[in-house]
């Protein structure tokens, strides 16, 4: 019985060839696995996302449910400057959820403008409207404050400086409210007697 013996070129060659194989589909794999689903996210501005803004006490109760509710915090979305040590969640109703997570803050981020986010961002919070014993919107998870450092209440109005220190104008307010892309939130700037630069809320008559 003759035994044949393949050529160690010959299986050198073949080593290389796998190996260059096998290099390709970890890149190839690699280069997919970290492709941003931001690459391909559009606006979606249909009434199961963009859902019909409440006036009124009665009408707020009635679409966020009970203050301090369960649902209150049921979404949630990851922001850049979150607070003073970095990025971090906000929590808010499920209601507003797609609109502010799916919307807002991936339009932000399409944009390659998380940088104009300047903490504190805050959602819900179980708590009064300051100075007051009546619930904060806040307390249904229905308001977000964005840059609230540079964006106190009282204040006439918005700081357009991001944490990079460059100016942004009204890039934030408008993307939360309008006019472009404008996503149905009530700016709290918008107040006579104490405006409020920070605040956005998905209601009005409160």
Not at 19 to 37: D, M, R
Not at 64 to 76: L, Q
Not at 118 to 139: D, E, K
Not at 154 to 170: A, E
């Amino acid at each position: 019985m003759r035994i044949l013996r393949t050529p160690m070129r010959v299986v050198r060659a073949g080593a290389v060839i796998v190996a260059a194989l096998c290099a390709f589909s970890i890149a190839h794999t690699a280069g997919v696995a970290s492709a941003s689903p931001i690459d391909v996210w559009v606006h979606d501005h249909s009434s199961d996302v963009i859902k019909p803004r409440p006036d009124g006490l009665a009408e707020i109760e009635s679409t966020f449910g009970p203050v301090c509710g369960e649902n209150s915090n049921g979404a949630r979305s990851y922001w850049p400057s979150q607070d003073a040590n970095g990025p971090g969640y906000v929590y808010y109703d499920t209601y507003i959820g797609k609109n502010v997570g799916g919307n807002i803050r991936n339009h932000v981020k399409f944009d390659h403008k998380d940088e104009a986010v300047r903490w504190l961002v805050g959602g819900y919070n179980c708590r009064y409207i300051s100075g007051t014993t009546s619930w904060s919107l806040h307390a249904w998870g229905a308001a977000i404050d964005t840059n609230s450092a540079t964006n106190p209440v009282g204040q006439d109005h918005w700081n357009g400086i991001g944490s990079d220190g460059k100016k942004y104008g009204t890039y934030l307010p408008d993307v939360w409210a309008g006019p472009y892309p404008g996503h149905k939130f009530f700016w709290g700037l918008n107040w006579p007697n104490k405006p409020d630069p920070m605040h956005f809320q998905y209601a009005t008559g409160y």
